[in-house]
C-alpha cells in the first residue's frame, strides 16, 4: 500500500463570498528611489490587472520596504 494511500483525505471549504488578498513580493535591498517607483508601479498596475480579468475588489493599498513589496485587495471575489 503506497503512503498516499494510508493519508485521510482532507477537504476544505472553498470560499465563495470575497475575501482579502495579500500578494508579498520579496525583493534584494532597493534603493529609496527605486522603491518609490515600484510602489508606484503596483498601485497603477495592480488595480488595472484585476479590472482586465473582470475581478471585482475593494480598497487596494500597496505598502513597502527595501525587502519586500505587498499589495493588499479587499474584498476580491474568486472569480
Request: contains cysteine.
Amino acid at each position: 500500500m503506497a503512503v498516499a494511500d494510508r493519508l485521510p483525505v482532507v477537504k476544505t471549504a472553498i470560499p465563495t463570498q470575497a475575501a482579502p488578498f495579500l500578494l508579498e513580493i520579496g525583493t534584494k535591498e532597493l534603493p529609496a528611489a527605486d522603491l518609490e517607483a515600484a510602489r508606484s508601479q503596483l498601485q497603477e498596475c495592480v488595480p488595472t490587472l484585476l479590472d482586465k480579468f473582470r475581478l471585482t475588489h475593494g480598497k487596494v493599498t500597496i505598502e513597502g520596504t527595501p525587502r519586500r513589496l505587498v499589495a493588499i485587495v479587499e474584498d476580491l471575489t474568486e472569480r
